[in-house]
């Protein structure tokens, strides 16, 4: 009489491997983030410099935009129109001129409540930056905080 075989040839998968490669990967980027942190916290004394200049901040001009849709050039009121005017002196006396764009944030909290600003500032938005690209405006940055 015949004894049946015990080998079984079905494919198995097997998950000891595959801890083992998440594992690896783990500790490896564990490693690389210590050593990136430890990289930029390094310190070193400076090199005195007899020869050069201070780095200059470009000349630049901030544009805000409230929730009431009221448009401020470097934080006095101002309309489209003083804005056109305002862009074209200051690009012709400051060339490289750097122009920020802030928004107001929309959102506020009442009782638990997020309410909406209660004017649509986006035709004026947009209407600001026509009016920047006419000028001939090319360094533009829109100013906002970090999200979390």
Known sequence: MRLPSAIDLSP???????????FLLLTF?????????????????L???????AAEIPPSLAITLDNAGELYVDREPSTLAELAKTITSRQAAEPGLRVYIAMEDTREEQGGLVMQAPVDRGPLLIK???QLRAAGVEDVAVVGNPSE
């Open 12 to 22: 198995r998968v097997e998950l000891v491997p595959l801890i083992d490669v998440v």
């Open 29 to 45: 980027f564990i490693y690389s983030m210590t050593v990136m942190v430890r990289a930029e916290l390094l310190p070193v004394e």
């Open 47 to 53: 090199t005195s410099l007899e020869q050069g200049t």
């Open 128 to 130: 600001v930056i026509e």
